[in-house]
């Protein structure tokens, strides 16, 4: 069965830098596209990055771009999510996923919380 | 960047009731890239509808969704318990955007 499982969540200063993993398994990784959602506390739904199945195209939401990485590595069935110089407005669960014409398959979340 | 306006913010209703939730795009949304998710506190979101119309695997047949162009709806037939959510719609016919969602609680 497909299964997401995330982790490196934490509690990090501002300005401070995070790592979040999500490896995966029960499908064909390299396949897939794969990205990350979050969701700040009270607030909606975000998109933040996706990446294409081969690595090679990678999109950023306004908000992250310049300051988070997405990257994977398909031979470790992993995605991974590099966010630096991160403020109080990135505190939020954050959710990998799987993309097929829709997210149709979530990690279990990361909560990040952003706090001096 | 197309702003998607979802609305009612909150729609009232009751066990057995119909729900029908819009979701308005700032301009046309390509190939109708439309989907909607339902969101719970504590879950991650999962997916209702994609290309807007087309029901994700084992989505049952009470909910539906429609619409093309700029105008989307999310139609729940007859609201079971377990539909009082959240629900939010997104676009990927151009650089993604999410909807700020549309609250379904009981009346």
């Known amino acids: 069965q497909v299964q997401l499982v995330e982790s490196g969540e934490g509690l990090v200063k501002p300005g401070g830098s995070l790592r979040l993993s999500c490896v995966t398994s029960?499908?064909?990784?390299?396949?897939?596209?794969m990205g990350w959602v979050r969701q700040g506390p009270g607030k909606g739904l975000e998109w933040v990055a996706y990446?294409?199945?081969?690595?090679?195209?990678?999109f950023y939401a306004d908000s992250v771009r310049g300051r988070f990485t997405i990257s994977r590595d398909n031979a470790k069935n992993s995605v991974f999510l590099q966010m630096s110089s991160l403020g109080a407005e990135d505190t939020a669960m954050y959710y990998c996923?799987?993309?097929?014409?829709?997210?149709?398959?979530w990690g279990q979340g990361s909560l990040v919380t952003v706090s001096s | 960047e197309i702003v998607l306006t979802q609305s009612p913010g909150t729609l009232s209703l009751s066990p057995g009731e119909r729900a029908t939730l819009s979701c308005r795009a700032s301009?046309?949304?390509?190939?109708?890239?439309v989907v909607w998710y339902q969101k719970k506190p504590g879950r991650p979101p999962r997916v209702l509808i994609h290309?807007?119309?087309s029901r994700a695997p084992g989505i049952p047949d009470r909910f539906s969704g429609g619409g093309s162009g700029t105008d989307f709806t999310l139609t729940i037939a007859s609201l079971e318990p377990e539909d009082f959510a959240v629900y939010y719609c997104?676009?990927?016919?151009?650089?993604?955007?999410f909807g700020r969602g549309t609250r379904v609680e009981v009346k």
């Open positions: 301009q046309s949304v390509r190939n109708n890239y």
């Open positions: 996923g799987r993309w097929n014409t829709g997210f149709d398959y």
């Open positions: 990446i294409s199945g081969d690595g090679g195209a990678m």
């Open positions: 290309a807007a119309s």
């Open positions: 029960g499908f064909t990784f390299s396949v897939y596209y």
């Open positions: 997104q676009q990927h016919g151009g650089s993604w955007t």
